[in-house]
């Protein structure tokens, strides 16, 4: 929990939340794991509640017996990594809708917004979007809705809350927190996975179509419900009380890498190489473990059989592919045995390696220049250097070499080793080398970026306040606009309303629209870094534990 | 009578492990010595043994025990009687080397082909690095349309360092002779740049190209990852990154880095 990361909690949580919960959040990520005496020492206990209350259905917040035994009081702790999550909510909601389509879509954007629901709630909520976007008359059926729900849980993308279970010593506190889940008394909250429950859809009694809403009204229009529904809308139980579903994010993030694995292997080889590691890659999704270094064997005999249908290659040309792709410099597949055709691995970690490396590369390159890029990669492969040798492996002139290797190394990303001759490490008989840390660099990096992304959520803040005046302007116009529209309005007053917002006020608007939305895309790109580089980092640190 | 033929400077002496060796000296290196002192002999015959690394003057010194200025002196004189040069070193442009006049100086000296005069020609390496990866990126991308089956595609992409040594030499663009270790020194930058990639396979010794036993292979290669999402906005790029902190001169409100971003 660095103060980068801190800073960039706290904007993410003031602009999904609002204040209060960001002053709470940030409380408590700073000073760890508190009662609730503590933190409401500085806000109304009722607003304290209500932020943990929002923190904890949206699993950015668990609580826990505390520290001094089983009669203290419960401590929340925050957690820092499921609130930079948020950043990344517009990346698993398009994943959805490429995998999914809309509904897919809906059903993710609808569970993220509001943490944990039941599965009706979901469908229903869902249905009824859809059915609003959709022409008059036509409705979708909440069948439909159920069967993406599924399809998302047998895929692993949505899970159950672990449940609320009874905690052993009778003189527990109960928790103050309703419908979130509780943990037991020795270690930490368990996973949802270690309920056997987790992926199984409950069968629940859900028929009818979604509902159209009207404009202006809050009525809901039933169309095909009994009279019995239509009296009390409010009382219909589908028997799925009590199970709460939330977004499975390992999943998204363990398909987000096989994505850019797949990519790399595309870029790098050809496309019918990166359809077989994708082949390979679906086909150990459920038998290999998240934290694995590398997949489980395949025998290519499986993968042939496992290919999709349009790419017909044949056999001796499936082994020449996995042949290329194992002796690649690259090293995304590994060979593991010779039984079944030859068994195949696909390395996770030395893939995310690569990758991470190639992110180092890349930044040094577009922010010092290629020779500089050069000699950076000069110092990856060969490990330690001295100042001539550097020179002569890249082949650039003496001074030139010597500036950008100082250059580099005022930025951190190039180290100096001292291996002195003589014990008195007088500096004419020492040798100085220069190293690169990958690991280390990566970690730099990576602040960096968490800096970069709150610098860019600032300016965007910053725009939008300047532009206040003009925004609310503008929304009252559109207000206006709409309700005459709706009363049914002459065309002469609806442009006279349109001309309240002069020519130089509507290109401003147009600015500062084009500028959010640069501002949010350049979010989401820097995020995409933010992925690569955790996910090395945590592999490396898994690897080393 | 051996000394007297020794002063007349028509014989050498040389020591082994046994003891003393004389050899006579032809009749053309002992003309050119006549007129010279024994000393000048003693320093010619140091800067022989210095063969084509040349020797510097302080070391010069040491092994004739002779005095700065003299050592000067018989320097200037050799020198405008043409029997030795000075060539500038590399490495520390203030020493001087002295060599025999007909020598020519060592690589570690001149620098070898990519020196010209004690300077680095960057240009010069620029172009072949461009033409090389030129070459090896034509023939990468011959072998990929040809949709032969995979392994010939990717056999055919490769290209031993003496076809790009061959290349090179029928372009005709370097004026001096370029060797194959000089070829693989640019085709390494050329990895060293991520442009290409390098293997070692076993070659039968006196298949062309091949040095004990080995042919060094190279293809060139598509970069694995496009420019990563931190470079794409200014923050990734901007040099003064660290002192950027919300409220201070220097701000995400007021950068004038992202307002020329943001108005592109």
Redesign the interface.
């Known amino acids: 929990m660095t103060a980068q990361e801190a800073r960039l909690c706290g904007l993410l949580l003031r602009e999904h939340f609002g204040e209060v919960v960001e002053k709470i959040g940030t409380h408590l990520l700073r000073s760890g794991a508190q009662n609730l005496r503590t933190i409401a020492s500085f806000l109304s206990i009722f607003q304290v509640k209500k932020s943990l209350c929002v923190l904890m259905k949206h699993g950015a917040c668990r609580f826990s017996i505390g520290r001094k035994g089983p009669g203290s009081p419960v401590e929340y702790q925050a957690s820092c990594e499921r609130i930079l999550g948020i950043l990344r909510y517009p990346r698993y909601i398009y994943t959805a809708k490429t995998l999914y389509s809309d509904t897919g879509e809906l059903i993710i954007e609808e569970l993220l917004q509001r943490g944990h629901m039941t599965m009706s709630s979901i469908v229903k909520m869902v249905a009824d979007r859809l059915t609003h976007n959709m022409e008059e008359g036509r409705s979708i059926e909440y069948n439909e809705v159920v069967s993406t729900f599924s399809k998302l849980v047998e895929t692993h993308f949505l899970q159950r809350c672990p449940p609320v279970s009874e905690v052993v010593p009778p003189v527990s506190t109960a928790p103050t927190v309703p419908g979130a889940p509780a943990a037991p008394v020795s270690t930490g909250p368990p996973t949802p996975e270690s309920f056997s429950d987790c992926y199984l859809v409950p069968s629940v009694s859900l028929a009818g179509r979604g509902k159209r809403r009207r404009s202006g009204e809050d009525v809901v229009l039933d169309q095909g419900t009994t009279k019995k529904n239509r009296l009390k809308p409010g009382k219909l139980t589908h028997g799925d009380e009590g199970i709460y579903w939330q977004v499975n994010f390992e999943r998204f993030h363990l398909h987000f890498r096989d994505q850019?694995i797949i990519?790399?292997v595309a870029?790098?080889l050809?496309q019918?190489?990166s359809e077989i590691v994708r082949t390979m890659l679906r086909m150990s999704e459920v038998t290999t473990t998240p934290s694995a270094s590398c997949t489980q064997a395949l025998s290519a005999n499986e993968v042939f059989r496992s290919l999709p249908a349009n790419y017909s290659i044949s056999r001796p040309?499936l082994d020449?592919?996995l042949?290329?792709l194992v002796d690649d410099?690259?090293e995304f597949v590994g060979k593991t045995g010779d039984s079944g055709g030859g068994m195949y691995v696909v390395n996770l970690h030395k893939a995310l390696t690569?990758?991470a490396r190639?992110?180092l590369?890349?930044?040094v390159?577009?922010?010092f220049g290629?020779r500089s890029?050069?000699?950076f990669?000069?110092l990856l492969?060969k490990r330690h250097l001295e100042q001539k040798q550097v020179e002569d492996?890249?082949?650039?002139?003496?001074k030139e070499a010597k500036d950008m290797l100082y250059t580099l190394m005022s930025e951190n990303l190039v180290l100096l080793q001292e291996l002195p001759k003589t014990p008195d490490h007088a500096p004419s008989r020492t040798f100085y080398l220069y190293t690169v840390n990958q690991l280390a660099t990566a970690r730099m990096?990576l602040q960096?970026?968490y800096?970069?992304v709150?610098?860019?959520i600032?300016?965007r803040l910053?725009q939008t306040k300047e532009s206040k005046r003009l925004l609310e302007k503008s929304q009252r116009i559109e207000a206006i606009m709409a309700s005459l529209q709706a009363s049914g309005a002459e065309p002469e007053q609806l442009t006279e309303v349109e001309e309240m917002i002069s020519a130089p006020e509507k290109q401003q608007l147009e600015?500062l629209r084009?500028?959010i939305n640069?501002?949010d895309s350049?979010e989401?790109?820097?995020?995409?870094?933010i992925f690569?580089l955790k996910s090395y980092v945590a592999s490396t640190a898994r690897i080393t534990r | 009578m051996k000394t007297r033929v020794l002063e007349e400077g028509q014989l050498d002496l040389l020591r082994n492990s046994s003891g003393l060796l004389y050899r006579m000296k032809d009749a053309q290196s002992a003309s050119k010595m006549k007129g010279s002192d024994n000393q000048e002999k003693l320093v010619y015959q140091i800067i022989e043994d210095a063969g084509n690394k040349g020797i510097w003057t302080r070391d010069m010194r040491f092994k004739s025990n002779l005095p700065l200025t003299e050592v000067n002196k018989i320097l200037k004189n050799l020198e405008s009687k043409k029997l030795i040069k000075a060539v500038k070193s590399v490495a520390a442009s203030k020493k001087k080397v002295y060599m025999l006049y007909n020598v020519q100086p060592d690589r570690s000296v001149t620098g070898g082909a990519w020196y010209s005069d004690q300077d680095f020609e960057s240009e010069f390496v620029e172009v072949l690095n461009q033409q090389c990866f030129k070459f090896l990126q034509s023939k990468a991308e011959v072998a990929r349309d040809s949709k032969q089956s995979p392994m010939i595609q990717r056999n055919s992409s490769f290209a031993t360092s003496h076809e790009v040594w061959k290349y090179i030499c029928e372009l005709g663009i370097s004026k001096v002779d370029l060797s194959m270790e000089d070829i693989e020194t640019i085709l390494n930058t050329l990895i060293y740049d991520g442009k290409v990639e390098m293997t070692i396979i076993a070659a039968k010794e006196g298949t062309v190209g091949s040095v004990d036993g080995q042919m060094k292979l190279f293809r060139g290669v598509n970069p694995i990852i496009q420019p990563t999402g931190l470079v794409k906005t200014p923050c990734g790029l901007c040099p003064v990154f660290d002192e950027c902190h919300e409220g201070g001169e220097i701000s995400p409100s007021r950068c004038i880095y992202m307002t020329e971003w943001l108005n592109f």
Request: net charge positive.
């Open positions: 850019t990519s790399a870029s790098k050809d019918t190489s040309i020449q592919y042949t290329l410099p690259m690569n990758l190639a992110t590369e890349s930044v390159q577009e922010k290629s890029a050069r000699i990669r000069l492969r492996f890249a082949m650039i002139p003496a990096l960096h970026c800096k970069a709150a610098n860019l600032d300016r910053f600015s084009h500028h640069k501002l350049a989401n790109q820097v995020d995409e870094t690569l």
